[in-house]
């Protein structure tokens, strides 16, 4: 699966979060001599701290995950015409050492870098939207 709009809303829904808790902060701020509002805003605050941590750990999942989907295949020989082969990871014809490739390196490799071709098998161009 392939899909850049979920890092887009992650980064999205951390920058309300990080609004949100400067919120909190200046409502701290403004309340000297209210101990009971200070604890239900402290609160407000743990919370907030809470949910924008979580958003980080699901970005850095993401992240994570998108730079483990398609992986390089160095080619039979140095000198191979068609270069080294880009697959989807965990594609079944793949035989030799391999190293992961971020999504970009690897829309990059099967459009548009001779020294790199898409296995025929796996098809990772289709999964990076490209035309096959
Ligand atoms: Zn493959």
Redesign the pocket.
Known sequence: MNDPSRVDFLRFLERVQQQDLARTHRWLAGVANDPGRIDHLRFLERVQQQDLARTHRWLAEEEQRRAQQYVVEPPIHRHHPEGA?V??AG?T??RRDIRPLSTEHARFAVEKDPMFHA?E??K?GEALGLET
């Open positions: 082969t697959h989807r594609c014809t793949i296995c098998d796996c990772p």
